[in-house]
């Protein structure tokens, strides 16, 4: 099973960019997925969440801004960003707890990190 991220880049002030969070592999089911980011110099936190039944949680700092939605068909979570601000810039990863057989064949839920997309907003 693997997790990738992608969808970032340079944007200016004010622009919009969609990330995508895929997972692949032998899958049962995704459960709970976040949007984490990490800046420069900053401890990793937590952007937006999205629960198996579609709850979804956001930080303050991106409410209003920030979407986050998922595809349970394509095993696929986004999360749409506008009004993009300078402070957005940073490493986003995201993080998904997933169902899926052992290599014995137990099913078991185990977290993955897909491997970071760089997104820089410039003024």
């Known amino acids: 099973v693997q997790l990738q991220a992608s969808g970032g880049g340079l944007v200016p002030a004010g622009g919009s960019l969609r990330l995508s969070c895929v997972a692949s592999g032998s899958i049962s089911r995704i459960n709970d997925v976040g949007w984490y980011r990490q800046a420069s110099g900053n401890q990793r936190e937590l952007v937006a969440a999205?629960?198996?039944?579609?709850?979804?949680t956001y930080a303050d700092s991106v409410k209003g801004r920030f979407t986050i939605s998922r595809d349970n068909a394509e095993n696929t979570v986004h999360l749409q960003m506008n009004s993009l601000k300078n402070e957005d810039t940073a490493v986003y990863y995201c993080n998904a707890d997933i169902l899926h057989p052992s290599r014995i064949g137990y099913l078991n839920v185990y977290n993955y990190w897909g491997q970071g997309t760089q997104v820089t907003v410039s003024s």
């Open positions: 999205i629960t198996s039944g579609g709850s979804t």
